[in-house]
Every structure is written in structure tokens, then in C-alpha cells.
């Protein structure tokens, strides 16, 4: 079963604007994980934040993590047509496995 | 990162047959792990492939209908047998990394 909640589902904007997506989870973890897609095709890993961090940057990309609320973001800074892809959140428990949100389809305009 | 070649990466198959999808990883990893994405959807884990051992599957998927086989550190395969439509999706293998998980890059199977 899914354990996280991403929102928007969907999200457009034009380029240079900023978009941010947020992933909600049910269970403790021991890190939350980011992941693109594009077009149906293989996903690539973004970022990786751990249970003890709260942010992180990673060039435009900078991730929040609320234990307390079991939350996270992902924010992509001056967005590009290039960064239209699905988003995904994914959380790793104890067990090394790998739960997926539901995802969140960004298109940058150009 | 490790490198994942994952075939076929697409392929349309009758109800009724089965298809195999093969993983090979460029380094020898322990564990192994088969996902599937349905339209649409997000991913479901599948099982998980250790080498020498039986697969460990997620609760809804059965060994007669997704067989996997590991016969190595560096290679899986999965099965999706007796197939019908509802088994079109893309099916993804994955291996763990320290900052996080290698992908292949999917087999996109459609079924008529």
C-alpha cells in the first residue's frame, strides 16, 4: 500500500517560476527519498534526506522534511521546460524497502 | 551509481502468454527489487529478489504469477504470467544504493 501523499497532483507553471510539490507519509522513517520520471520511462534519484536532517540543496532543488508532521517538500528553483516530468516521493522504513507516493505531473511551459 | 540494463523495454503481448523481463546490474548487489506501475498510478513493490534464495513478495502478488529468478549478484528476471489486459503497465527493476535507489529504465508492456 502507499504510504505517502503527494500534492498537487498536478502542477503547471511557466518557466522561471519556482514549483513546489509536498509528500505527506504515515510511518516513522529512516529517510525520504525524491524521484523524477519522465514520460513513463525509468526514475532517476534527485535527493535523499535522512529522519535527523531537515533541509537540503541540491543545485535548484532544496527539500524540507517535518518529522513532527510527517511531511516533506521539494521545491525546483527557476524551472525550466526541461524539468516537465512526474515526481515522486518515496520513503524507506526499517525494512529497505522503498514506499511510493502517488506522484506529483509538473509542466513548465516554456 | 550502479547501472541497471533492463530489457525489453517495451513489448505487446497476447492474453493468454507470458513475458519475461530481464535486470543486469554492472556490480553485484544483494538485493533486488521488482516494481510495477499501472497507468497512471504510482509504484508497487512487487517483491524482492535475493540471490540464492526465493523472492519475497508484497502482499496481493503471488510466485505463480510474477516467478522471478536470481541466479546471481549481478542478474534478475521477472515473470508476468498467463497475462491479460490488466497487466499492462511498466514494470521497473531497482537495486539499492547508500544515497539512494538505481533504477532500470522499464519495460512498458501492453497486453491485447
Known amino acids: 500500500s502507499q504510504q505517502g501523499e503527494e500534492d498537487p497532483q498536478a502542477l503547471s507553471i511557466q518557466e522561471g517560476e519556482n514549483a513546489t510539490m509536498n509528500c505527506s507519509y504515515k510511518t516513522s522513517i529512516n529517510n525520504l527519498q525524491w524521484y523524477r520520471q519522465n514520460s513513463g520511462r525509468g526514475l532517476v534519484h534527485l535527493i535523499l534526506?535522512?529522519?535527523?536532517?531537515r533541509e537540503k540543496h541540491s543545485g535548484r532543488l532544496r527539500v524540507t522534511l517535518d518529522t513532527s508532521k510527517k511531511s516533506s517538500s521539494l521545491l525546483i528553483t527557476a524551472s525550466r521546460a526541461a524539468d516537465t516530468a512526474s515526481y515522486f516521493c518515496a520513503t524507506e522504513g526499517g525494512s529497505e524497502k522503498l514506499v511510493f507516493g502517488k506522484g506529483t505531473k509538473l509542466t513548465v511551459n516554456p | 551509481s550502479a547501472v541497471i540494463s533492463q530489457k525489453p523495454s517495451r513489448d505487446i503481448c497476447q492474453r493468454g502468454t507470458s513475458l519475461t523481463i530481464q535486470c543486469q546490474v554492472d556490480s553485484q548487489v544483494t538485493m533486488m527489487f521488482w516494481y510495477r506501475q499501472q497507468p497512471g498510478q504510482s509504484l508497487t513493490l512487487i517483491a524482492t529478489?535475493?540471490?540464492?534464495?526465493?523472492?519475497?513478495?508484497e502482499s496481493g502478488f503471488v510466485i505463480d504469477k510474477f516467478p522471478i529468478s536470481r541466479p546471481n549478484l549481478t542478474f534478475s528476471t521477472l515473470t508476468v504470467s498467463n497475462l491479460s489486459p490488466e497487466d499492462s503497465s511498466i514494470y521497473l527493476c531497482s537495486v539499492d544504493r547508500v544515497y539512494g535507489y538505481t533504477f532500470g529504465s522499464g519495460t512498458r508492456l501492453t497486453v491485447v
Open positions: 534526506i535522512r529522519s535527523n536532517e
Open positions: 529478489a535475493n540471490q540464492g534464495s526465493e523472492a519475497t513478495y
